[in-house]
């Protein structure tokens, strides 16, 4: 009996010892997982999506239980060239640049509808893009689209963050890289514009022609009031006046018809006696 009781005891002992190590083990090395900088964790148990969100650093988690699915919340960068038609119908094909991150409290439900971040631009952002650019440039003609290319933009901007607000997606910023037209419309918008400018042109030149005629017209009424205000100021003792005061104090001699000096009004030259007697 005291050898059974023995062999029970060491066959309890082989037991017993691996189990408290392999669970000893499981405790000391609980297995952890790192969340780094830029990134959030959705917790899986079960493969089921948890309302808890891993920020960053170091996390313990139940083996075999419990998974964690790493996402980035940093911006990125999308490009993306879509189709629309104008109010106009002309046909439009434009070059987007978009800056979107994930809200980071909302990164559990974002991969719960959507996925990770490769299903997220497939499956929310390149559909919203190319929709609200439809809808937007239907608005306006071709022509607007040109000369209110802010007002577009902010359009696109306003309706797009709306849009992928509710896939919990973050619109940082778009662009309108590059607006093309067909090569039709473009050729007939060069040619309006050159239209205008040489309008405008002829319309400086009749306006300057204009204002010099009237300048011309100006001058002239000028002079002849000059002359009007001279006429009637001009009396017979004004014009003895003005003779006298431009007189250089030389009398006229008289040349007769054959060219004889028939009468000289000149002052008689000095001499020497009269000079004496003076």
Do not use: C
Request: no cysteine; hydrophobic share 45%.
């Amino acid at each position: 009996m005291i050898f059974i009781s023995s062999l029970k005891h060491i066959f309890q002992l082989k037991i017993i010892r691996p189990l408290a190590a392999i669970l000893l083990t499981l405790i000391i090395l609980q297995p952890l997982v790192i969340i780094s900088a830029g990134e959030r964790g959705v917790v899986l148990r079960f493969g089921q999506v948890q309302p808890q969100i891993f920020n960053e650093g170091l996390h313990p988690i139940i083996p075999i239980a419990e998974a964690v699915k790493k996402l980035t919340v940093r911006v990125q960068k999308r490009e993306i060239s879509a189709e629309a038609s104008s109010k106009d119908l002309q046909e439009i094909e434009t070059d987007v640049v978009l800056n979107w991150h994930l809200i980071p409290d909302e990164v559990n439900l974002a991969f719960q509808e959507l996925g990770d971040e490769l299903a997220v631009v497939d499956r929310a952002i390149d559909p919203a893009v190319e929709e609200v650019l439809k809808a937007v440039m239907a608005k306006y003609t071709a022509e607007e689209i040109i000369t209110r290319r802010e007002e577009v933009k902010g359009a696109v901007d306003q309706l797009l963050s709306n849009r992928l607000r509710g896939y919990h997606i973050f619109v940082d910023d778009i662009s309108l890289v590059h607006v093309n037209f067909s090569d039709r419309f473009s050729e007939a918008v060069e040619a309006k514009q050159i239209a205008e400018q040489e309008a405008k042109r002829a319309e400086f030149l009749t306006l300057k022609a204009a204002r010099e005629a009237e300048a011309r017209v100006n001058w002239a009424r000028g002079e002849a009031e000059a002359q009007r205000l001279l006429k009637e100021h001009l009396t017979p003792e004004l014009i003895q006046r003005q003779a006298i005061e431009r007189w250089n104090g030389q009398l006229p001699t008289i040349i007769g018809s054959e060219g004889l000096k028939l009468f000289n009004l000149e002052s008689p030259p000095k001499t020497a006696n009269s000079a004496t007697n003076r």
